[in-house]
């Protein structure tokens, strides 16, 4: 099979990585608006099967045209041009697969979905960690109950040392993280679909060998889990796992304006206030320590009549031999294997589907133990 994967940023990095050392995987194509990175990203971690090309993702036209080349598509690149590399994907007959993690682009997609079954392809958006992994994760956890009443989602990517002030470091795009800590939450509770705001009901929590941390909404985890167990959950939730302390302080500086997109006047020159608060960020966050990814996926409801719990965690590490940070790993290699399964067959599903109803929890999860991921569940109380 041959996959392309669009953009050399870190997240595309290690799906090149991923799908080279599959042996199914013969060809990789990997797109950037920077030939010169795409060309080293392959070098390094493409073990021969990758072919570089510079490509501007907002060019759709060449999209179609460069995809047929390959089974399937995956975007590692901004939400924003994923809608149209979807169309151009189904156009070049590819099937297609994203990062995702913004409702609105994920909506376009679904705009799609005629389109993608006529001819005879599946696309599955947010395909990443949260929202991606956790998702399959809890379908082959709700299905274990006869009534499953409630949800509860719990993930964090952090530096396995905390830095003051903010106790966090840049593990993927500034501007993704500011836009899940800025855009509204979708939740359900007591049986209602909801929308909450961001940073929001902090709660506090803790993980065997890290100790104390805090949690709190953001925004795009739950994707369209809301849709697909809306009728069936009471309650759904997703938060984001920091250091004690993160949530105040980064709080602090979205009331202030620093997340608002309208240019103010400074010094005579218009600026955004998130573009700064971006470029900021990057620039005094970014340490390149070794960090870690938390995961917590809580599945409560009756089973025989009897109140049950059901709890999946995942404590994964950055992977010093390779070089792949946590984020990288649990944010990519969760995409590479719907990738590979839609292209070996082990996805039926066609149209664009939510990946709680076209991936089997249980093969995913076996291909992320192959991985190293390690996916430990138990009964709890």
Not at 36 to 51: M, P
Not at 156 to 174: D, E
Not at 299 to 328: F, H, P, R, V
Request: hydrophobic share 40%.
């Amino acid at each position: 099979m041959n996959i392309a994967v669009v953009g050399a940023g870190l997240m595309g990095r290690a799906a090149v990585y991923d799908l080279a050392v599959n042996p199914d995987v013969k060809k990789i194509g990997l797109f950037d608006i920077d030939l010169k990175l795409a060309r080293e990203v392959g070098k390094k971690y493409g073990k021969g099967k990758s072919v570089a090309k510079k490509f501007d993702a907002g060019n759709t036209r060449e999209a179609a045209k460069l995809f047929k080349q390959y089974d399937a598509v995956i975007s590692a690149v901004t939400y924003k041009y994923n809608p149209g590399l979807a169309k151009a994907a189904i156009k070049a007959k590819a099937h297609f697969f994203d990062l995702g993690g913004n409702n609105s682009a994920v909506n376009q997609e679904f705009k799609l979905s005629g389109e993608a079954k006529k001819a005879g392809l599946v696309v599955i958006p947010d395909c990443g960690l949260a929202p991606g992994m956790v998702s399959v994760i809890a379908a082959g956890d709700i299905a274990k109950f006869d009534k499953p009443e409630s949800l509860h989602i719990r993930v964090g990517g952090l530096p396995q040392k905390p830095r003051l002030p903010l106790n966090y470091q840049m593990v993927f795009s500034a501007e993704g993280l500011i836009n899940e800590y800025y855009e509204p939450v979708v939740a359900i509770r007591k049986g209602k679909k909801i929308t909450l705001p961001s940073m929001t009901d902090l709660e506090s929590l803790s993980f065997k060998g890290i100790g104390k941390l805090e949690a709190f909404t953001t925004s795009g985890g739950t994707s369209t889990l809301p849709k697909t167990y809306g009728k069936i959950l009471k309650n759904l939730d997703y938060k984001t796992i920091r250091y004690p302390g993160h949530c105040q302080l980064f709080k602090m500086m979205m009331d202030i304006g620093l997340c608002e997109w309208d240019a103010i006047n400074v010094d005579g020159v218009k600026v955004s206030p998130r573009s700064v608060l971006k470029t900021v960020l990057d620039n005094n966050l970014s340490f390149g320590e070794p960090d870690l990814v938390l995961v917590r996926v809580t599945t409560e409801g009756k089973i025989k009549g009897k109140n049950k719990k059901y709890i999946s965690e995942i404590i994964d590490k950055q992977d010093m031999k390779t070089g792949l940070t946590a984020m990288m790993r649990c944010t990519s290699f969760p995409i590479t294997i719907i990738a590979w399964m839609a292209c070996a067959g082990h996805i039926k599903k066609r149209g664009v589907v939510p990946q709680e109803k076209a991936v089997d929890p249980e093969l995913f999860r076996m291909e992320l133990a192959k991985r190293k991921i390690k996916l430990t569940s138990r009964w709890g109380r």
